[in-house]
């Protein structure tokens, strides 16, 4: 306040300068000190959109997996963005590309594959269909499709496999060679995709990914599940699995192996791979480098997610294997296998496949197994027939040890009466006891007098039971198998659907346990020798062991039956020899 009469030295439009200048300064300072802070927005777990809550399992965290993280999450926001020009198409729509081996559908929304088609093979649907490696309805339930791109940002992916890209190519349906390229921009994210489509399974993909101009890193995945859908027995998701090559070693991921996305953090990939996909028992989508690139290149992630199917018409979650492959370097070139694991393709390509077919642990029996039926096949047009041969040959050549067999058991016949008599002797001492030991001994000499050795005229079984299992998984999961045809029999791959096989099979090998002479002398062990047949059959009927494997058993016991024939007319049994007196204890 002034005195009263004095003049007041502040006009009016002083006073309103000094408090704009106040103001000004204390909204500054409020700005510096106390104000919000501009929202950042998080880097987000790679994630489709709408992705179900993924099933929990016990699964190793990605974290715990020898090789390690090789990316960290890329800064994408310049601080004076360039102008981009938005690149957008109006309306959904499909273009078709097909060569004699697949027909592929590609969405222009999200430049993702809705449908590839294997020309050659069939599901297991009734009718058959062709054979389509992808899932809609998982896709849909997990908003993820096949050739979808993996981003570090969660926003950004859900955009750039949302957005409706422009194509350009010579037409909706296209015959390979083609060429496809589609274009997609919001102004700041620009997408585009160049697909390469020839006359082999392999398609070349070239992604590139920019953000205010800058470029980002890219994954390339295959989402939705793989594989054929239409199988029952295992269930589908019991046969689909990720998977990575290593410095040439594989590494397989069922869905029990399998993290969710909440388990692999933002920008984390696992280096030095040779070639990373996922399959199921016939089938692959295996994601290569670059023809030019060197081995150990490729960069992986694999997760799962869930979705929801009917079990017995209760809702049940499902899990769906998801893998995405990158590389270190921009933009992303990648070949891109989709096809059959047959044998002698995947061996052909570069880095080899072939070791994708597993043969399991009898895998020194099984694959050459596996390689004589395939050089007999090209003789023998038929797979069944092929099968027989095979029979007919190791059958052969297992002849010699046939008779050995056979000559070992019939002087296991010839001295049975002595061996009995010993045993009725000590029968009433326990198996501690040790007279039991006298006993052992006794039959021993008995063996070695007569030079028969005890396990001789088991030893031509024996073998054979190493060469059923080797045949058995030889059969089950090579390609060549599936669907193919002998006589009744529609798919040598699984069981026969009517049980004739497991029952001619039972029959003749119990025929040809009648024809051999029985070196058993317990009741208990003859009526088991009679009930294996039974048994044989029964599983054969129950479990979903190939029917390739029923014609092998079937043919090799009719070649018994022949061969035991023979053996009874030119060698006969001889008379039993008395039983020794043994000495009273």
């Known amino acids: 306040m002034t005195a009263p009469g004095q003049k007041d030295k502040f006009t009016p439009e002083l006073r309103i300068l000094v408090a704009s200048l106040l103001s000004f300064g204390v909204i500054i300072l409020w700005a510096k000190f106390f ?40 800064t994408i926001a310049p601080r004076k963005p360039p102008n981009v020009a938005v690149r957008n198409d109006s309306q959904e729509r499909t273009i078709i590309v097909e060569n004699n081996l697949y027909r592929v559908e590609i969405s222009n929304r999200g430049a993702v594959v809705k449908s590839w088609q294997l020309k050659n093979y069939k599901d297991d649907a009734k009718p058959q269909r062709v054979l389509d490696v992808v899932h809609p309805d998982a896709s849909q339930q997990t908003g993820g499709w096949p050739f979808s791109v993996v981003l570090d940002d969660e926003q950004l992916q859900n955009a750039a496999n949302a957005g409706l890209y422009q194509i350009s190519s010579d037409g909706t349906d296209l015959r390979a060679p083609a060429d496809v390229d589609l274009t997609w921009s919001d102004g700041h994210l620009e997408m585009t995709k160049h697909f390469h489509f020839d006359h082999t399974y392999v398609v070349r993909v070239e992604t590139s990914v920019k953000f205010n101009g800058n470029p980002i890193k890219a994954g390339l995945a295959w989402l939705g599940g793989f594989g054929d859908l239409t199988v029952t027995n295992p269930a589908p998701v019991e046969t689909v699995m990720t998977y990575y090559s290593e410095g040439g070693k594989i590494s397989t991921f069922l869905h029990k192996k399998l993290d969710g996305l909440d388990k692999w953090g933002p920008g984390l990939w696992q280096g030095g791979k040779d070639f990373v996909g996922i399959e199921d028992r016939y089938f692959t989508a295996a994601f290569l480098p670059a023809n030019s690139a060197a081995p150990g290149t490729l960069e992986t992630r694999y997760w799962k997610a869930s979705r929801t199917v009917k079990v017995e018409g209760q809702d049940t979650l499902e899990p769906v294997p998801q893998v995405a492959a990158a590389t270190s370097t921009q933009p992303l070139a990648l070949r891109v296998y989709v096809g059959p694991k047959d044998y002698d393709d995947l061996k052909k390509m570069n880095p080899p496949l072939h070791g994708l077919i597993s043969f399991g642990w009898l895998e020194f029996i099984a694959e050459p197994l596996f390689h004589g039926l395939k050089w007999l096949h090209h003789y023998i047009p038929n797979w069944g027939w092929a099968i027989v041969v095979l029979t007919l040959v190791i059958n052969m050549l297992l002849f010699p040890l046939r008779i050995s067999s056979y ?23 326990s198996m501690r006891d040790p007279r039991k030991a006298e006993m052992n001994k006794e039959i021993m000499a008995i063996y070695s007098r007569e030079g028969i050795n005890p396990v001789g005229g088991c030893f031509q079984m024996f073998l054979q039971m190493p060469v059923w299992f080797g045949l058995n998984t030889a059969l089950r999961y090579a390609i060549e198998m599936r669907h193919a045809t002998w006589l009744w029999i529609t798919d040598l791959s699984s ?26 002398t317990d009741p208990q062990q003859q009526a088991m020798m009679k009930i294996m047949p039974i048994t044989m059959a029964g599983i054969f009927m129950i479990s979903p062991i190939s029917s390739g494997l029923a014609v092998y058993i079937l043919t090799s016991s009719v070649v018994g039956i022949a061969q035991q024939w023979y053996l009874n007319r030119t060698h006969p049994v001889p008379a039993s020899a008395k039983p020794a007196r043994g000495k009273k204890s």
């Open 407 to 429: 000559k070992t058991t019939l002087k296991m016949q010839r001295v049975a009466p002595e061996i009995k008599a010993i045993q009725e002797k000590y029968k009433k001492y």
């Open 35 to 74: 104000g919000p802070k501009p929202p950042v927005q998080p880097m987000q777990a790679n994630r489709p959109a709408q992705t179900a809550t993924a099933t929990p399992g016990p699964a190793t965290s990605p974290a715990a997996n020898p090789s390690p993280a090789t990316a960290a999450p890329t």
């Open 495 to 520: 069981k026969d659907p009517y049980y004739v096989l497991p029952v001619l099979m039972g029959a003749s090998m119990y025929l040809v346990s009648k024809m051999t002479p029985m070196t058993a």
